[in-house]
C-alpha cells in the first residue's frame, strides 16, 4: 500500500444547524510526536460528555492464531496491520446515531480482549493515530483534518522515554524498531499523509491549536 493518489482539495465541512451526526476530526502525525496528548487537551476542555476519542490503535488486527514468537515480528507502523476497515465502519454507524462496541487491543499478547468498549454517538468524535489520513475511505468520514508535525529528533527521544519507562523495554530494542519500521513507514506512509490535512500544528503541543479545535468544536455544539 501506498500513498500514490493525488492530493485533493479539502474543505473543512461542518454539520450544519439542527442537523445531528457527530462532528468528525482526525490527528495524525508521527509517534512520538504529541498528537494523543492535543487529542486528550481537547477532550479534557471540551468534555467527556461531548466528544469521545478512539485510537487508531485500538483497531489492531487480532494476531490470536499467529504463533507467540512470530507476532512481535509484526510490522505496527504498516496500514495493513490494522483493520481500518471495521474502524469505518464503525465511524459511519456513529454518524448514523448507532453505539459500537470498540474492540479492545492487547499489546502485551498481540491480541484482542474478548471485552469491548461501548462508544456512544457524541457530539464529536476524535479518531487519532499515525495513520488515520492514510487511506481516502477514513478520512473522507472527517470534517477536520489535522496533522502534528514534529521533528524526528524529539519524536524518538519521546519513543525511547515511553516504550522505557512504561513498556519496560531496552534502549537497544527500541532502537532496532525504530530502525526497522517506524522510521522507513514514517517516511512511506505518515510523512506524506499530511499533505491531507486542513491543519499542521509544528512541534507537538501548541496551546493555540488546541484552543482553535476546541472553540470549533463549541461553536458546533452551540448550534444544536
Known sequence: MALTDAPTRHAPTWP???EKRPLIIGFAGGSGSGKTTIANAVVDAVGTDAVMLIQHDSYYR???DVPL???SRTNF???DSLETELLIEHLEELRDGLCIERPVYDFATHTRSEETVTVRP???IIVEGILVLVDPDLRNLMDLRIYIDTESDLRLMRRLSRDILERGRTVES?????LATVRPMHQQFVEPSK???DLIVPEGYNASAVSAVTSAIQNVLAVR
Do not use: K, W
Request: proline content about 9%; glycine content about 4%; cysteine-free.
Open 174 to 178: 527500541v532502537l532496532e524498531q525504530y
Open 62 to 64: 487480532d494476531q490470536s
Open 69 to 71: 514468537e512470530d507476532r
Open 122 to 124: 457524541e457530539s464529536a
Open 16 to 18: 450544519i444547524p439542527g
Open 77 to 79: 507502523d504498516h496500514p
Open 195 to 197: 499533505r491531507y490535512a
